[in-house]
């Protein structure tokens, strides 16, 4: 599975980015899926998840009501609606897959399979 991120840039507080994850060479309509971030230094944090059907969504309590998760199964695309940025927000995105299903570990980024390069998101004040 190949995950290529996309969307990231730099915006001032208050504005938005739509990330963008595109999957190939796998069945992505069978892959919970997530979006972590990492700050330099710092390991990898949990941001958001959605089930393979897209029926189910876990949020980080620092990204509820400002982050949306949802997925296109049909275009074989994940997506990260990011509204209300903050300077803290500021960091590499990365997507991931997970194929064990295991939708109560997906807070855990070992729990994830495949990792796609990450994009980078920068909020100024």
């Known amino acids: 599975v190949q995950l290529q991120a996309s969307g990231g840039g730099s915006v001032q507080a208050g504005e938005s980015l739509r990330l963008s994850c595109a999957a190939s060479g796998g069945t992505f309509n069978h892959y919970n899926m997530g979006w972590f971030l990492q700050r330099p230094g710092k390991e990898r944090e949990f941001v958001a998840a959605i089930s393979w059907s897209g029926h189910s969504t876990h949020y980080a309590d620092s990204v509820k009501d400002r982050f949306t998760i949802s997925r296109d199964n049909a275009a074989n695309t994940l997506f990260l609606q990011m509204n209300s940025l903050k300077p803290e927000d500021t960091a590499v995105y990365y997507c991931?897959?997970?194929?064990?299903?295991?939708?109560?570990?997906?807070?855990?980024?070992?729990?994830?399979?495949?990792w796609g390069q990450g994009t980078q998101v920068t909020v100024s004040s």
């Open positions: 991931a897959a997970d194929i064990s299903g295991n939708w109560w570990k997906q807070t855990d980024p070992y729990e994830y399979d495949y």
